[in-house]
């Protein structure tokens, strides 16, 4: 559990150093989803864009000149327009400079845009400028065009690049700043900038004003789109303009009433372009657009605060550290994330609609993060308990065992001793004293190798487990560790084939001077199983009466049979064998007397094969 806990927290620092880590790519999912979410939404019809583009450029050249045109051709589209009566006329452009050779025409333009009280144009602040050659905010005229606050700095400057005096004085006019986020993408407007205590309003925060539209709150606000790149409708500035000229034009009458009409260049060379949500070069006429229906309708998309959203990235990693704990393994865990995943983006798409930008690479990359640490953990943990259990029961059991062992999934080390139905055997070698006396340690250690391991070999054959080697006898036991419903078959089975081993091993020392025989005793009942020892040493064994039996019966063997079982063991083969009954025998500690049967070898391993009853006592 412990180890569990550490892995749960070691989750929730993978989604806090994901926040960190991954803010320009959840930026780049987030703004996927925006351009989704917009192109579901049709842009407002009371904004129109009067489109300076080639055609405009190409149309208007034999009569106005090459780009930028005299500033008379602005004067005359104000005045046509305002005959229709639209809410506002915007000009996206900063008329900063005086037309040297011909003033009149500016003052023509100024002389309009002052008269129709409905025409905005914007100014810009200059990020290259020092502070102190910026413009005195409390400049005569111009300072109705800011918010003073209550603590503003009379003497406060700010660079600024404003359109002409006249203009500037009727207080029309507003920031176009558009910064863009450390990405270099754009994303927020500039709502009031505050400086020293003043308030410097965007141009769409001031025409939001005058059209008594709620202004967002805060410095900036972040635009809501509506379409995707180029889906608001664009009239071409020409088309308009000519006709305007006509005396009898052939556009609506009231094609611009009540209407917002922005005037801005998207000509080739002439278009002021900016990467955003929609598109890595949008034109700022554009821009300046969806900012004011973000402000017209209310509805800026909101950021929750960065430990909100912390909260909100950890929600779907503490499901998964919970189903963790609870034990779900990570092969479940998989198609669950999958879902989760999904459902996190549809959530993260919904909120949109909502107003919110959630954030979806943070907790996503955590969450497959944590799951491929989760992932690895398991596998390494399961590696270490195949090895543990190879290294384990490979002693005791055939290999195809250990894998049966492995796929059940259990964690057979913390599995407690538990009693079972068991057949016992016990083989041991008639006198291997007198053997062990006429030979040096390492020619017994030699013999007893050669031995065992063709004994060890007829265990595994037949799914007997080897429980230990005492001296010159070998324990071996059926049921499991796992379930064996014809154990005591199999355990008779494997007895014969032992006997009879043994006698083609005895044939093969008898040269070497080395006379050799075996005595094998089995029994079967109940006995309890499982890792039993100290903390420092525990081995997989078996212990009861069942077990003390088995090792008696071994030794009533001498000078009756080479194989002897219980009437337990002799009655659960049924009918699959032939077996002598050698009657009752008293076992040393038992008051009960023992009935023993000799199983018959051509009944197990083939016809033919040489009576392996013994009448040799040693």
């Known amino acids: ?342 459902l996190l983006l549809l959530a993260a798409y919904a909120a949109l609609g909502r107003g919110w930008v959630l954030p979806v690479v943070p907790p996503l990359a955590a969450l497959w993060l944590a799951y491929l640490a989760l992932a690895v953990w398991e596998y390494l943990r399961e590696r270490r308990r195949r090895n543990q259990a190879e290294k384990m029961f490979g002693r005791f059991v055939h290999p195809r065992v250990v894998e049966s062992l492995l796929a059940t999934g259990q964690d057979l080390f913390t599995q407690k001793p538990r009693s079972l139905p068991l057949t016992v055997l016990f083989s041991d070698i008639r006198g291997f004293t007198t053997l062990s006396e006429t030979r040096t340690p390492e020619q017994v250690v030699s013999l007893l190798n050669r031995y065992f391991s063709r004994q060890v070999a007829v265990v595994f054959k037949h799914g007997g487990t080897v429980d230990k080697f005492i001296g010159d006898c070998i324990m071996a036991f059926w049921g499991a560790p796992l379930p064996d419903p014809q154990q005591a078959l199999n355990a008779v089975r494997a007895a014969l084939e032992m006997a009879q081993v043994a006698q083609e091993f005895a044939r093969e020392v008898a040269a070497e001077g080395v006379q050799f025989d075996v005595g094998i005793g089995i029994h079967g009942g109940p006995a309890v199983v499982g890792f039993i020892g100290s903390q420092n040493k525990t081995d997989y064994t078996v212990i009861g009466d069942t077990v003390n039996l088995a090792s008696r019966i071994e030794g009533l063997t001498k000078g009756v049979a080479r194989v002897l079982v219980s009437a337990q063991t002799r009655a659960a083969c049924g009918e699959a064998l032939e077996f002598v009954d050698h009657g009752e025998f008293k076992a040393k500690g038992r008051e009960q007397p023992v009935r023993l049967f000799e199983p018959r070898p051509g009944s197990a391993i083939g016809t033919g094969a040489e009576s392996l009853t013994t009448t040799d006592a040693g």
């Open 1 to 342: 559990m412990r180890t569990r806990i550490a892995v749960a927290a070691m989750l929730v620092l993978l989604e806090v150093a994901a926040f960190r880590w991954l803010g320009s790519t959840d930026h780049r999912v987030q703004d996927w989803l925006v351009r989704m979410h917009a192109q579901s939404r049709a842009p407002d019809p009371d904004i129109v864009l009067l489109d300076i583009d080639d055609r405009s450029l190409a149309a208007m050249q034999d009569d106005f000149g090459r780009f930028p045109w005299p500033r008379s051709v602005y004067g005359e589209l104000i005045e046509k327009l305002e005959r229709q009566q639209p809410a506002a006329i915007v000009i996206d452009e900063i008329f900063a400079e005086t037309d040297r050779e011909h003033p009149d025409l500016d003052t023509y333009f100024i002389d309009a845009a002052v008269a129709a009280r409905n025409v905005y144009v914007p100014m810009t602040r200059l990020d290259k400028v020092a502070e102190s050659k910026g413009l005195p905010l409390q400049t005569p005229g111009v300072v109705d065009a800011f918010e003073r606050g209550a603590d503003a700095d009379p003497a406060a400057r700010l660079p600024l690049l404003l359109p002409f005096q006249r203009i500037a004085e009727t207080g029309r006019i507003g920031l176009n700043n558009f910064d863009p986020d450390d990405d270099g993408v754009g994303r927020r407007y500039y709502g009031r900038l505050q400086h020293h205590g003043w308030l410097v309003p965007s141009l769409p925060v001031r025409i939001a004003r005058d059209r008594g539209w709620p202004p967002p709150s805060g410095e900036q606000f972040e635009i809501n789109w509506r379409g995707g790149a180029g889906a608001r409708e664009r009239l071409s500035f020409s088309d308009v303009f000519l006709d305007l000229e006509r005396r009898q034009p052939q556009r609506p009458p009231d094609e611009f009433r009540n209407k917002v009409v922005i005037v801005g260049a998207t000509a080739i060379g002439l278009a002021d372009l900016h990467p955003t949500p929609l598109s890595p070069q949008q034109g700022g006429p554009e821009i300046l657009a969806a900012a004011l229906e973000t402000i017209k309708h209310g509805d800026a998309l909101q950021r929750p605060a960065s430990w909100v959203a912390l909260l909100l990235g950890l929600l779907p990693l503490a499901l998964l550290a919970g189903a963790y704990l609870l034990g779900l393994g990570v092969t479940a865990l998989g198609p669950a994330l999958g879902l989760c995943s999904a």
